[in-house]
């Protein structure tokens, strides 16, 4: 069975970093891309950040200041945030893409961990 | 980048209804959109695939239809377990942008 679960969440200070863990069971993370999906509580979804391949992408509102990686005999999945703001401030899932390509849907989810920036 | 403009943004409707959600990308995507249902507190979760393909386990009751930059998602006869929030997504390479969301209350 597919499980990924998020961990990590909480009250940062704008300014400071946080990490955010991934740990994925019943894939391997070498085969599959994944996916940093956030959500504002009570807005839509928006797409963070992705790795497939060792290859990374960032949506622009992030692009310099998040950083994603793996570790595969962790089975584990990261998002390094820095000088966060407070409108990085949301509900983070991560997901898996259904297949090696890139023109792939997102077909498991984590349950999500909430970050909170404020003073 | 590619936008993906959803609409309507709410939608009151009753058990029984067929209802019909849209979603407009700003660029030709083929078929490279998925439809998800998220109920609150809860993670999205993927109904349709490359525009019209039921994934596992789904309701016959929904469908998907559209190629290029119009899509649709229909739901045939609603259910009450039906009444969340639904997002198209295009997944044609990153940025993979989300609808805005459709709001599916009961009426």
């Known amino acids: 069975e597919v499980q990924l679960v998020e961990s990590g969440g909480g009250l940062v200070q704008p300014g400071r970093s946080l990490r955010l863990s991934c740990a994925v069971s019943g894939f391997t993370l070498a085969d599959f891309p994944v996916h940093w999906v956030r959500q504002v509580p009570g807005k839509g979804l928006e797409w963070v950040s992705s790795?497939?391949?060792?290859?990374?992408a960032y949506a622009d509102s992030v692009k310099g200041r998040f950083t994603i990686s793996i570790d595969n005999a962790k089975n584990s999945l990261y998002l390094e945030m820095n000088s966060l703001t407070t409108e990085d401030t949301a509900l983070y899932f991560c997901?898996?893409?259904?297949?090696?390509?890139?023109?792939?849907?997102?077909?498991?989810w984590g349950q999500g961990a909430l970050v909170t920036v404020s003073s | 980048d590619i936008q993906m403009t959803q609409s309507p943004p709410s939608l009151s409707a009753s058990v029984g209804d067929r209802v019909t959600i849209t979603c407009r990308s700003s660029l030709y995507i083929n078929k490279w959109v998925a439809w998800y249902q998220q109920k609150p507190g809860k993670a999205p979760k993927v109904l349709i695939s490359k525009a019209s393909t039921l994934e596992s386990g789904v309701p016959s009751r929904f469908s998907g239809s559209g190629a290029g930059t119009e899509f649709t998602l229909t739901i045939s006869s609603l259910q009450p377990d039906d009444f969340a929030t639904y997002y198209c997504q295009h997944y044609n390479g990153s940025p993979y942008t989300f609808g805005q969301g459709t709001k599916l209350e009961i009426k």
């Open positions: 997901a898996r893409g259904h297949d090696s390509a890139v023109t792939a849907y997102f077909d498991h």
């Open positions: 790795i497939s391949w060792n290859t990374a």
